[in-house]
C-alpha cells in the first residue's frame, strides 16, 4: 500500500502521466548514444546497432538504480509523521521507494522490449541470466537504501553526498562504455558491484553469452552482504529514529 501510495503521489496530476517512466530513461540513452557516437568518431569507426543497443539495456537498469537510491535515502525522513507516530517496521519506507521505481522499470523495459523486437533484436537461451541479475541488482538497491534512509536520520549531509554520488557515479561505471575499454584496468571497475551486472545483462541479452561466472559471484556475494549488514544496521538503529527525526 505504500508502494502503491508513492506511485500514484508522483504521478497525481501529472499531464504526461506514466510516460515520465520513459521519458527519463530515454534521456539517459540519448546521451549515452552521444558518447557511443563521439567515441565511434575519434576511433574512426561507424557506430553500430549493437552499440546503441548495449547503451539501452544498460541505461534502463542504472536509472532505476540511481532513481531508487535518491528515494530510498530521503524516505525515512519524508514519513516522519509515521514514524514517530506509530510502531510497525520502518525498513517498509526504503523498501517500498525501491519498489516504486521497479514499477517505472517494468514500464520502460516494456517500451524497449517493443522497440527492441521491431529493430529485429533477436533473444536466445541465455536471456535466462537476465531476471537473476535484475534480483542481485534489487537486493543490492534494496540494501544500500536501507542503510542510507537510516543514515540519512543521524546525519542530513548523507542525502547531499547521494546527490553528488548519482551524478557522477556514471562515469565511473560501464553504462555509456563496456569495462573491457579499460584494458588491464578492466578489473577496477568490475569493483564497481553495479558494474558485473551492467555488463551480464548486456551480455546475455545483446552479445547472446553467458556473462563472466567469476564476477557475477563476486556481485551477488556483496550485493547479500550488503542487504543483511544493513539490515541488521537499520535495526539496531530503530529505536533511537523517533528522537533523532
Aim: glycine residues 6%.
Amino acid at each position: 500500500m505504500i508502494t502503491w501510495r508513492e506511485i500514484r503521489i508522483r504521478y497525481k496530476q501529472s499531464i504526461m502521466g506514466f510516460m515520465w517512466a520513459i521519458l527519463m530513461p530515454i534521456l539517459v540513452i540519448s546521451a549515452g548514444i552521444l558518447v557511443r557516437f563521439g567515441i565511434a568518431r575519434l576511433s574512426g569507426k561507424p557506430l553500430l546497432l549493437t552499440e546503441i543497443v548495449t547503451v539501452s539495456i544498460k541505461a534502463l537498469p542504472w536509472s532505476f538504480f540511481i532513481s531508487s537510491i535518491r528515494l530510498a535515502t530521503n524516505s525515512l525522513t519524508s514519513n516522519s509523521n509515521l514514524v514517530t507516530k506509530i510502531y510497525f517496521p520502518r525498513e517498509i519506507f526504503p523498501i517500498s521507494a525501491v519498489f516504486s521505481q521497479l514499477f517505472d522499470f517494468l514500464i520502460a523495459s516494456c517500451a524497449l522490449g517493443i522497440i527492441l523486437s521491431l529493430g529485429g533484436i533477436g533473444l536466445t537461451i541465455h536471456v535466462v541470466w537476465a531476471p537473476l541479475l535484475m534480483l542481485m541488482l534489487i537486493l543490492l538497491t534494496i540494501g544500500l537504501g536501507v542503510f542510507l534512509s537510516a543514515a540519512n536520520l543521524f546525519f542530513r549531509d548523507i542525502k547531499y553526498l547521494v546527490e553528488i554520488f548519482v551524478t557522477f557515479a556514471i562515469f565511473f561505471t560501464p553504462v555509456f562504455y563496456e569495462a573491457s575499454l579499460a584494458g588491464r584496468w578492466e578489473w577496477v571497475l568490475l569493483l564497481n558491484p553495479v558494474a558485473p551486472i551492467l555488463e551480464g545483462l548486456n551480455d546475455c541479452i545483446v552479445m547472446h553469452r553467458s556473462p563472466d561466472l567469476t564476477w557475477i559471484l563476486y556481485s551477488a556475494a556483496f550485493s547479500l552482504g550488503t542487504l543483511l549488514v544493513a539490515m541488521a544496521t537499520f535495526k539496531n538503529l530503530e529505536p533511537r529514529f523517533a528522537e533523532s527525526i
